[in-house]
């Protein structure tokens, strides 16, 4: 049946009915007999997980057919029922991509004469590799040799290897966390943690859910069905997007908002949850720093030490002793290292503290600058702001505020903007004043990568003799900045980079700057290991083949759920393939024998092996999340996490709120002291006092529309000549730029790469469905079929990110993309928690045709 | 007996999970998909129509309907398609002579006529091809092979090599909303039944008379939630 004849119409046009079908005739199984005339086939389901950084590590089989993996389905085997099958038609069909036409089966190296990567050997491989890699470490230092890993949780025994090598090598790890654009900067800011999140099965436990910046139903595919079980149980999802999306359609509401205009929204929320009385007074009081005191003056906290009659209370050296009134309205000293008993205090003060220098200063409590900042925040303004109805803002405030728990979600699309801190900031404050965090199915989430370390692994990651950099990848492209800090880029510059299961030449090409800096030399070295012939590898010196998640043990998790899981080898590598435990430590070896020592002593067939002790040391000392697993037990099947609070589920914050430790909680492998610092207080804190955020008068959560400080500020006339915003969305087929190959996945699409728009921009530009298109701005372009899309806001292109160079007529989609940086980014450097953000949608564009009607028909008809 | 499927339309996502799984499982040459999920009336997976002002997203999944009045069956001139004991329509491939008679027959336009495609993908070792590896014969006839012959129509067998060994189709194996339910519709306590019970549901394009075993629970969203 073609969509051309399955109209809505007459599809709903069946008759309904309420009781089962009856049905005719009847018949038995003809099992034995089917049996008899059948050879079952030869082989055997193995379990493994499928992980390639899209932060679902679902558990799925393989069925080993003659040495190769013929069908896949998911294994089904998670002891909380609601998380099976956990699996998606990327994961399901990747043994198309084990052997097809890209698989990396040879080490490559460079010929310096014609340019073309040409097989090798692995001596010869990793010869030219460490060569090419010791050479850049004489020049520039060690620190200059970047490292991309992918991001943590996707393996820790082999992708743990090239960290290891890292942190021996003295190379720099590129915080890929934030180079993908996934950090979300409001979470230090206001919480002091790298970031935070439910386990999806607490998505039923919402009663109300709303979602910003997040297409669930297609980038949390596997997760997305607990939000069909929370509308099911009779919670209520509402889907705040400027597009309609398959998570709008699922949800019980969709609210159509203005893109980049979160912000004012929860902000004009906020107020009408102040405003009417509707916050949790007591929850501000013992958890945030709205009752705390600021020099209005200087904008400044006012600490305990400095005022007459005060003193800091006993505390490490990262927190600091505030001040605030009590019912009497006389100032005391608020503990840092102690959350709650603050009932009595008054959290809207305005007045003046006398201090020890006797002067008196005049001094504001945060929620009294808060109410004041809100002042002209009101639903009109709002309404105006994101084109959100004043009466659905005001309902939405009251429902969002009384219902309970409320769950925020805040996704990637939300954060990747240059002010995306600022969404994240407003949106945690509903959650805050609401009651919500700390609670089973309420607070804010962020689910952007599988980025999060949830044991100890360094005892796999760090060796014996540490020399650990890291470096922050935008200030390659964008130089240094006068508001960085010194040590989070190399003094002489990127100019090697060793990537481990990423293909940075399309998914990092800000601005065209990789490609142009390997073409000129400036990044003098490029080693890749793959299990895919990507467009990184092509253009490497040296590409190391690599086996993929069916051929090699590793240990994964997620945040998305409490599983520890095992990927398992299945089948051997195809030809020259080797683990990259090996590979690590063989190019360790190769760049400086002296190196032999800090790895475990093996030769390539016994790499699996080893492989199995490291999985068994870092299950014993990854401390109380893992050391009660077994080795044993994760073969069999997924293996949960322990964690701190009663009941089943992992509660966020769960001891700040309910026993009072202070904030931050930690963010492993990072130690408490080094994010403390980021929220002195030990509380939620919603006041930012250092330099940068006032003079950006960013202290308090406030709204600033896009383009207006990156693309209007660099070139007035981008306002006019780039009227679009250029969205680089995640696609269902892909995932970032893993399965771009599956052929499956190309047929689904009809192998093209498409722009979809809003039909009256198209038509303004004069252009139709099915033209082949491209968006370009003064940076860069990319070309794509058109698609119309009436439930597109107006103002966007919008391109599925992930296209290699190959199906794109050698254009990169990030060619149009900077990488702006947010200087209240820049206030500390902590890689991979308060480090530059990649804002992939600050990007202004314009779309214009290349082929009328030159797109290709869609497949599927 | 009688094999039937329901999909609950509500708890679709729309991911096409379904018809991945089971063009893996089942050897389903380039270009050929036995399952599929529209979006009636969009132009694009992920793209919207416009209902009644709104935009709407709703997902189909279609796949053979395993009508019990199949018209493919009654136009095949070699009894290449069949109804078997427990009610699935098959094509036997050996008896298929690839007149395509049944493709013009059926409604739903699910069956497809092999036009000798590549079946796998030119890779490491030669050509790979993915699928269930052995053949399944049900009384003599060839109903599966996952090398198929060029030139006859293939489509959906409720998974054969699977259900006749008392398994459940791939599909809803792997539906990862769980969205799709198989079994036996006339015994009232399969897990089929108990989810059909006192909800409602539709066929496609009941004024057909084909009857169909693949039942559809609506989607009620934004209907007075």
Redesign the interface.
């Known amino acids: 049946?073609?969509?051309r004849n399955?109209?809505?119409r007459?599809?709903?046009?069946?008759?309904?009915?309420?009781?089962?079908?009856a049905?005719?005739?009847?018949?038995?199984?003809?099992?034995a007999?089917?049996?008899a005339?059948?050879?079952?086939?030869?082989?055997e389901w193995v379990r493994t997980t499928c992980s390639p950084n899209c932060t679902g590590a679902c558990g799925l089989k393989g069925?080993v057919?003659?040495g190769?993996i013929?069908?896949?389905?998911?294994a089904?085997d998670y002891p909380f029922e609601q998380y099976n099958?956990?699996?998606?038609?990327?994961g399901?069909?990747v043994?198309?991509m084990l052997?097809?036409?890209h698989?990396l089966?040879k080490p490559l190296v460079k010929n310096e004469d014609t340019g073309k990567m040409e097989e090798t050997d692995w001596d010869t491989a990793l010869t030219a590799a460490a060569d090419r890699l010791k050479a850049v470490m004489d020049t520039y230092g060690p620190e200059s040799v970047g490292v991309i890993w992918q991001v943590q949780g996707t393996g820790h025994i082999q992708k743990g290897s090239i960290i290891r090598l890292s942190n021996m090598m003295g190379w720099s790890a590129i915080g890929c966390y934030e180079m993908n654009g996934d950090l979300p900067m409001f979470w230090p800011e206001t919480f002091g943690v790298q970031s935070e999140e439910l386990e999806s099965y607490c998505w039923e436990d919402s009663k109300y859910t709303m979602i910003f910046g997040s297409n669930v139903?297609?980038t949390r595919?596997?997760d997305?069905?607990f939000l069909?079980i929370s509308?099911e149980n009779g919670g209520?999802v509402v889907n705040f997007d400027p597009n309609?999306?398959?998570t709008?359609?699922?949800?019980?509401e969709w609210v159509r908002l203005k893109p980049d205009t979160d912000a004012a929204f929860a902000l004009a929320v906020a107020k009408i949850i102040i405003d009417d009385g509707l916050y949790d007074e007591n929850f501000c009081k013992n958890f945030t720093d709205l009752p705390l005191l600021v020099d209005t003056a200087t904008g400044k906290r006012i600490e305990a030490a400095n005022v007459a009659g005060l003193s800091a209370l006993p505390s490490p050296a990262y927190r600091t002793t505030y001040v605030a009134v009590n019912a009497a309205g006389a100032p005391f000293a608020v503990n840092p290292e102690r959350l709650g008993g603050m009932e009595g205090c008054t959290l809207e003060y305005t007045g003046s503290v006398r201090l020890k220098d006797g002067t008196t200063v005049n001094a504001k409590s945060g929620f009294r600058l808060l109410r004041e900042s809100l002042v002209g925040k009101t639903a009109q303004w709002a309404s105006d702001t994101t084109s959100i109805p004043v009466e659905t803002i005001e309902r939405i405030a009251h429902e969002c505020a009384t219902i309970k728990p409320m769950h925020i979600i805040f996704g990637g699309a939300g954060t990747q903007w240059y002010h995306g801190d600022l969404k994240g900031r407003s949106l945690a404050l509903i959650a805050a004043l609401t009651g919500n965090i700390g609670q089973l199915g309420g607070g804010i989430s962020t689910y952007v990568g599988q980025y999060k370390t949830r044991f100890i692994p360094a005892s796999w990651f760090n060796p014996p003799r540490m020399n650990k950099h890291s470096m922050s990848f935008q200030y390659a492209v964008t130089g240094r900045t006068p508001t960085m800090q010194q040590n989070a880029f190399p003094p002489n510059g990127l100019k090697a980079l060793v990537v481990g299961w990423g293909n940075p030449m399309d998914q990092h090409n800000v601005a065209n700057w990789l490609r142009s800096a390997k073409e000129s030399g400036e990044l003098e070295c490029l080693v890749t290991l793959d299990f895919q012939r990507t467009t990184t590898v092509d253009m490497s010196d040296v590409a190391l083949p690599a086996p993929s998640w069916y051929e090699k043990l590793e240990l994964t998790t997620t945040p998305l759920h409490p599983w520890v899981q095992l990927q398992q080898q299945m089948v051997d590598p195809?030809?020259e393939a080797r683990p990259e435990i090996w590979i690590c430590k063989e190019l360790a070896t190769h760049i400086d024998p002296s190196y032999a020592d800090q790895w475990p002593v093996f030769d390539e067939s016994q790499a699996e092996q080893v492989a199995d002790d490291v999985l068994r040391m870092l299950l014993q000392n990854g401390g109380p999340y893992v050391n009660q697993l077994t080795a044993e037990q994760l073969r069999e099947g997924p293996g949960k996490l322990w964690h701190a609070n009663p009941g089943e589920k992992r509660i966020p914050f769960w001891s700040q709120i309910h026993e009072g430790t202070p904030f931050p909680s930690q963010s492993l492998p990072n130690a408490i002291d080094v994010t403390a610092p980021f929220v002195r207080s030990g509380r939620i804190q919603f006041y930012r006092d250092e330099d940068e955020f006032l003079r950006l008068e960013e202290q308090l959560p406030c709204y600033k529309p896009a383009f207006e400080d990156t693309e209007y500020a660099a070139d007035p006339e981008a306002r006019t000549k780039y009227p679009l915003a250029f969205i680089t969305r995640n696609s269902?087929y892909r995932v970032h730029s893993t399965y771009v190959n599956n052929?499956?996945m190309l047929?689904?699409?009809n192998s093209m790469p498409?722009i979809?728009m809003n039909p009256d921009d198209a038509k303004e530009r004069g252009l139709e469905?099915g033209d082949l298109v491209e968006a370009y701005n003064g940076r860069g372009k990319c070309q794509g079929g058109l698609?119309?899309?009436?439930?597109m806001y107006p103002g966007q292109a919008i391109f599925d990110q992930g296209w290699w160079s190959e199906y794109m007529d050698g254009d990169s989609y990030n060619s149009l993309i900077y990488p702006w940086i947010n200087p209240t980014n820049e206030v500390y450097y902590l890689s991979g928690v308060w480090s530059p953000n990649m804002a992939w949608n600050e990007c202004a564009c314009n779309v214009r045709l290349l082929q009328k009607g030159g797109a290709r028909k869609?497949?599927?008809q | 007996m009688r094999y039937a499927m329901a999909i609950d339309l509500d708890r679709c996502i729309g991911c096409r999970t379904c018809a991945v799984i089971c063009k893996d499982h089942n050897a389903e040459p380039r270009g050929i998909w036995w399952n599929r999920v529209f979006s009636p009336g969009a132009p694009e997976y992920g793209t919207s129509v416009i209902v009644d002002g709104m935009p709407r997203m709703e997902f189909v999944p279609i796949s053979c309907q395993h009508c019990e009045n199949a018209p493919c069956q009654q136009v095949c001139p070699t009894g290449a398609t069949y109804t078997d004991d427990t009610g699935t329509v098959l094509v036997d491939y050996e008896k298929c002579i690839g007149c395509r008679y049944c493709i013009t027959a059926c409604p739903y336009e699910v069956r497809q006529f092999n036009w000798s495609k590549p079946d796998g993908v030119e890779g490491v070792d030669g050509e790979y091809r993915w699928g269930y590896p052995e053949d399944y014969r049900q009384d003599g006839r060839l109903v599966y092979t996952p090398v198929r012959p060029e030139g006859v129509v293939e489509k959906c067998t409720f998974c054969v090599q699977y259900t006749n060994q008392g398994g459940i189709p791939a599909c809803c194996t792997g539906c990862p909303a769980n969205a799709r339910i198989f079994g036996d519709i006339e015994d009232p306590e399969s897990e089929i039944s108990q989810y059909m019970s006192g909800r409602q549901w539709l066929v496609l394009g009941e004024s057909f008379g084909t009857k169909p075993k693949v039942y559809y629970l609506p989607s009620t969203r934004g209907e007075g939630e």
């Open positions: 049946m073609s969509e399955l109209s809505r007459s599809f709903l046009a069946g008759t309904a009915a309420t009781t089962a079908a049905c005719l005739g009847t018949g038995a199984l003809p099992a007999k089917a049996l005339e059948n050879v079952d086939p030869a082989g069925f057919h003659e190769q013929k069908m896949i389905s998911q089904s099958p956990r699996g998606c038609l990327k399901v069909s043994n198309t052997y097809g036409p698989r089966t139903m297609v595919l596997p997305a069905h069909n509308r209520k309609y999306s398959a709008s359609e699922k949800s019980t195809p030809g269902t052929p499956f047929e689904l699409q498409k979809f469905s698609v119309l899309d009436p439930g869609e497949v599927m």
